[in-house]
């Protein structure tokens, strides 16, 4: 059975762009969280959807935003890039939504913001 | 707040020894998990083990073991005769039950370099 897939895997863009991340969790899992990994830290929690509603959302500002699709897919969405947002963005999908459920992550996205 | 301290920035061990990497996790909540995740330079954070807070034995897989001690509030995970594939950075994560979240929260991660 396939993992969580990610695309594209690795993307350039300039300061003042937007950039959208796509997500497929594991076949079954209806749950997807997003991460943000920057160099040499832990990943942090962005967003978790589930059944196509946001769930969970961490500190992040309102240029971020994400949606979950019927067929349980996400999308990842940063508007007005800063060069801070330079990171891996991670995607992890889990069965359901409940806090004992195992997350499993996909490969990520590396995005370096010029 | 929860907070996850990892306080080993990177390891290098000769290959064949063994290693422990340290988790120190700090949460109000009585229920919880505790999570190991590795992450090989590929980028892909890797299901390692899951621990709730009531289940304080200890663990062992293969040449992999966990130490999980409330009393100290430690998760401590040993690697027995490292190899050279144990080479990455390892994670160790907490999610709390109460809130009904589904997010972890992630120490700064350990880089394990085992050599040859």
């Known amino acids: 059975d396939a993992g969580v897939t990610q695309s594209p895997t690795h993307l350039i863009k300039t300061r003042g762009q937007q950039v959208t991340l796509r997500c497929s969790p594991i076949s079954g899992h209806k749950s997807v969280s997003w991460y943000q990994q920057v160099l040499g830290q832990g990943p942090q929690f962005i967003f978790q959807?589930?059944?196509?509603?946001?769930?969970g959302r961490g500190n992040f500002p309102d240029r971020f935003s994400a949606r979950q699709f019927p067929n349980y897919s996400s999308e990842l969405n940063v508007n007005a890039l800063l060069l801070g947002d330079s990171a891996l963005y991670l995607c992890?999908?889990?069965?359901?939504?409940?806090?004992?459920?195992?997350?499993?992550f996909g490969p990520g996205t590396r995005l370096t913001v010029l | 707040a929860q907070k996850v301290t990892q306080a080993q920035t990177e390891i290098s061990v000769v290959e064949k020894e063994d290693v422990t990497l340290d988790c120190v996790y700090e949460t109000r909540d009585t229920t919880y998990y505790l999570f190991w995740y590795k992450q090989p330079p590929s980028g892909e954070l890797v299901f390692l083990i899951r621990?709730?807070?009531?289940?304080?034995q200890n663990e062992i897989s293969g040449r992999y073991s966990w130490n999980f001690q409330k009393s100290t509030s430690s998760f401590n995970f040993t690697i027995t005769a490292s190899q050279v594939v144990d080479s990455a950075v390892y994670f160790c994560?907490?999610?709390?039950?109460?809130?009904?979240?589904?997010?972890?929260?992630f120490g700064t991660g350990t880089r394990l370099t085992v050599i040859p």
């Open positions: 992890a999908s889990s069965l359901v939504r409940g806090p004992t459920d195992t997350q499993y």
């Open positions: 621990r709730n807070s009531f289940d304080e």
């Open positions: 959807y589930y059944e196509k509603e946001e769930r």
């Open positions: 994560a907490l999610k709390i039950i109460q809130t009904g979240a589904n997010n972890l929260f």
